[in-house]
């Protein structure tokens, strides 16, 4: 029997200034989930791969905003790709085969009949250019080739999902300010 162990990531620097900008925004509150659908089928019909969503990695947990291919919902950060991903705000995370990788050869998301085996995240920015989660797509076969046709299009949509997570928290100030409006006014 051999036990395999898999390395879980280190919170970035910033993990304090992260989870304000997490907060400020509500984005885990009120995600708007429909609006990131036609880039996460985009990016999985693409890649040819299982599986695409959207994530938010705050505190001890992995919030899957939005999925394609799988249940959307609140996953351990601990087993997150997507934690690895946000390590490395100016690059795609690729993974062509986890069960090889040091970092997710032990991981639970891995060691099953249909686990993880690629993976490849891009870090999705706020506003003021903190990485608050990842674009990502994974599938349950090993993969050597991303083109950089590819490449480049997974950045574009990168793009795209940061527009709509900005103006998700644009939406969500609006919201906040009439709140307290309406309760100053009735004060």
């Excluded at 036990?3 to 708007?32: C, G, L």
């Amino acid at each position: 029997m051999s036990i395999s162990f898999y390395i879980v990531a280190d919170k970035p620097e910033n993990e304090r200034d992260r989870e304000m900008a997490i907060e400020k925004s509500r984005i885990i509150t009120n995600p708007h989930v429909k609006k990131f659908k036609p880039i996460l089928q985009e990016i999985r019909n693409r890649l040819g791969a299982a599986s695409a969503a959207i994530t938010i990695i705050y505190q001890y947990s992995s919030y899957v905003l939005s999925a394609v291919g799988f249940e959307a919902g609140i996953y351990e950060r601990s087993t997150s790709f997507c934690a690895h991903a946000i390590l490395y705000p100016d690059e795609l995370t690729i993974v062509p085969d986890a069960g090889a990788d040091e970092r997710f050869a032990g991981n639970p998301l891995v060691n099953t009949s249909q686990g993880i085996q690629f993976y490849i995240g891009a870090p999705l920015r706020d506003e003021n250019g903190t990485v608050l989660g990842a674009l990502c797509a994974f599938d349950e076969k090993p993969r050597q080739v991303i083109t950089a046709e590819d490449r480049s299009r997974i950045i574009e949509l990168k793009k795209e999902a940061e527009d709509i997570i900005k103006d998700i928290s644009k939406e969500n100030e609006v919201t906040d300010d009439r709140a307290c409006q309406y309760s100053t006014q009735n004060s």
